[in-house]
């Protein structure tokens, strides 16, 4: 089994200015041709803990890939640190990045300088990956086996995210040529209801039980519940899938209805698929959850097939209030259910201050009580002026803070538009570059 590991460099990272989305993207695209990655690893500018940190990697693992440091910049050092590492005498210019240079810095409007120039030098005896997505490509180092006897390979990728993951594709296909690559099986239980640690002591003697070969990994997560994913490495596909079943059919009759899905399932995924399948529709009364499950169940692409809606409050004088006008109306809280499309037990439960109502109903239930949204929010009609002001208000309030959302909004709007516009951009080059070279 070939094992990676993955490395990221620059100071940016470790003092958190920049979140590191690389390492992910590039671990699923090793799992998914059967590379194990041992461990990621991020360190700074700092050529001495450059080289030492990678000759770590290097004697440890069959694959590195780097990413980081490659930029035109002096603080950028990551090419110089790896020309030593490997032993380099000097550096040469690869043709087929720089004209990419060339014709980057040209579309810009840039006049095409020594560093831009640089950017296409790289050290002898490495082999470069053309990067058609930006000035620094991705450097390939294969060292011998004087140097480490497993004979490891080193991909150095620039840090920016597009680049870096447009280049996967290519870093992919020369593993693949170089390698003999042994396939990954994982699967995943999802169980909820039990905490992790006892869980892990009720499945003590199955787990203990697993062959060496199969592993057993615990994914907590206190929206989701405990996932439990059980991996093979190498073997045929077919019988590597069915020695995992077995296992977790017997993991199945132990825990019973703890389970409640499989892979990417989340129980409001789950709760969806019943409800959908069953041709039942659901609602929700809320209050100290400030509308967090019905957050949840319309994350769910299509929810609104099944879920109609939820209300949600904290003020228990409301839900007080409410009763005693239903009472003096002489409503029933069936009737009342039935009118605001609740069930009897969730109208019920806000009466005795369990759930809750969202304010924007209040003038539905005014309009079933036949009263003014005042008097539902508990004013009397003596305070009547004071209600509307105190009203105008909250409501002047709550318009500021959409206001601002709306601000906020419209920034990620327009982050997004440059992202387009870079994206199109991206792809025009591309286009560009099949036609160049058919």
Same mark, same amino acid.
């Given at each position: 089994?070939?094992?990676?590991?993955?490395?990221?460099?620059?100071?940016?990272?470790?003092?958190?200015?920049? *979140? =590191?989305?690389?390492?992910?993207?590039?671990?699923?695209?090793?799992?998914?041709?059967?590379?194990?990655?041992?461990?990621?690893?991020?360190?700074?500018?700092?050529?001495?803990?450059?080289?030492?940190?990678?000759?770590?990697?290097?004697?440890?693992?069959?694959?590195?890939?780097?990413?980081?440091?490659?930029?035109? @910049?002096?603080?950028?050092?990551? $090419?110089?640190?790896?020309?030593?590492?490997?032993?380099?005498?000097?550096?040469?210019?690869?043709?087929?990045?720089?004209?990419?240079?060339?014709?980057?810095?040209? +579309?810009?409007?840039?006049?095409?300088?020594?560093?831009?120039?640089?950017?296409?030098?790289?050290?002898?005896?490495?082999?470069?990956?053309?990067?058609?997505?930006?000035?620094?490509?991705?450097?390939?180092?294969?060292?011998?086996?004087?140097?480490?006897?497993?004979?490891?390979?080193?991909?150095?990728?620039?840090? *920016?995210?597009?680049?870096?993951?447009?280049?996967?594709?290519? *870093?992919?296909?020369?593993?693949?040529?170089?390698?003999?690559?042994?396939?990954?099986?994982?699967?995943?239980?999802? @169980?909820?209801?039990?905490?992790?640690?006892?869980?892990?002591?009720?499945?003590?003697?199955?787990?203990?039980?697993?062959?060496?070969?199969?592993?057993?990994?615990?994914?907590?997560?206190?929206?989701?519940?405990?996932?439990?994913?059980?991996?093979?490495?190498?073997?045929?596909?077919?019988?590597?899938?069915? +020695?995992?079943?077995?296992?977790?059919?017997?993991?199945?009759?132990?825990?019973? =209805?703890?389970?409640?899905?499989?892979?990417?399932?989340?129980?409001?995924?789950?709760?969806?698929?019943?409800?959908?399948?069953?041709?039942? @529709?659901?609602?929700?009364?809320?209050?100290?959850?400030?509308?967090?499950?019905?957050?949840?169940?319309?994350?769910?692409?299509?929810?609104?097939?099944?879920?109609?809606?939820?209300?949600?409050?904290?003020?228990?004088?409301?839900?007080?209030?409410?009763?005693?006008?239903?009472?003096? $109306?002489?409503?029933?809280?069936?009737?009342?259910?039935?009118?605001?499309?609740?069930?009897?037990?969730?109208?019920?439960?806000?009466?005795?201050?369990?759930?809750?109502? *969202?304010?924007?109903?209040?003038?539905?239930?005014?309009?079933?009580?036949?009263?003014?949204?005042?008097?539902?929010?508990?004013?009397?009609?003596?305070?009547?002026?004071?209600?509307?002001?105190?009203?105008?208000?909250?409501?002047?309030?709550?318009?500021? @803070?959409?206001?601002?959302?709306?601000? =906020?909004?419209? $920034?990620?709007?327009?982050?997004?538009?440059?992202?387009?516009?870079?994206?199109?951009?991206?792809?025009?080059?591309?286009?560009?570059?099949?036609?160049?070279? +058919?």
């Amino acid at each position: 089994m070939l094992t990676a590991a993955i490395c990221t460099i620059g100071d940016e990272i470790l003092i958190g200015q920049i *979140v =590191d989305t690389n390492s992910s993207h590039i671990s699923r695209a090793l799992n998914s041709i059967g590379v194990k990655v041992r461990y990621m690893n991020s360190f700074g500018d700092e050529r001495s803990e450059i080289i030492s940190n990678l000759d770590q990697a290097l004697s440890q693992n069959d694959i590195v890939i780097v990413t980081g440091g490659l930029g035109p @910049t002096k603080d950028d050092i990551t $090419k110089s640190a790896l020309a030593e590492l490997y032993g380099s005498t000097g550096f040469y210019q690869d043709e087929a990045q720089f004209e990419i240079v060339k014709r980057i810095v040209t +579309r810009r409007g840039i006049e095409l300088s020594d560093l831009n120039r640089a950017q296409a030098s790289v050290p002898q005896g490495s082999i470069v990956i053309p990067n058609q997505l930006g000035t620094a490509p991705c450097i390939v180092f294969r060292f011998p086996e004087e140097r480490y006897p497993h004979r490891p390979t080193l991909y150095s990728l620039p840090g *920016v995210p597009f680049e870096a993951i447009g280049l996967l594709p290519d *870093v992919i296909s020369d593993i693949k040529s170089h390698y003999q690559l042994a396939d990954i099986h994982h699967k995943t239980l999802v @169980t909820f209801g039990i905490p992790e640690s006892t869980l892990a002591k009720q499945i003590e003697p199955w787990e203990d039980a697993l062959p060496e070969d199969i592993k057993l990994a615990y994914l907590p997560n206190p929206i989701v519940g405990v996932r439990l994913r059980l991996s093979t490495y190498g073997g045929v596909k077919d019988e590597e899938i069915r +020695r995992i079943d077995t296992e977790f059919e017997k993991l199945r009759e132990m825990l019973g =209805d703890a389970i409640y899905g499989e892979g990417e399932d989340t129980l409001q995924i789950v709760i969806g698929k019943h409800l959908k399948n069953k041709g039942m @529709t659901l609602s929700a009364a809320e209050s100290c959850t400030g509308g967090k499950i019905a957050s949840l169940l319309t994350s769910v692409a299509g929810a609104s097939q099944y879920f109609y809606g939820s209300v949600t409050s904290y003020d228990n004088s409301i839900k007080e209030n409410i009763r005693k006008i239903r009472k003096s $109306k002489g409503l029933t809280q069936e009737e009342m259910a039935h009118r605001m499309g609740i069930s009897l037990t969730a109208y019920r439960d806000l009466e005795k201050g369990a759930t809750g109502i *969202v304010n924007s109903n209040i003038s539905k239930i005014a309009e079933i009580t036949g009263i003014s949204t005042a008097e539902v929010l508990g004013y009397s009609e003596q305070s009547q002026t004071v209600t509307v002001n105190d009203v105008k208000a909250e409501y002047n309030s709550r318009i500021d @803070t959409m206001q601002t959302r709306i601000n =906020d909004l419209e $920034k990620i709007v327009a982050s997004l538009e440059a992202l387009i516009k870079v994206k199109d951009e991206v792809i025009s080059m591309l286009k560009k570059h099949i036609d160049e070279n +058919r």
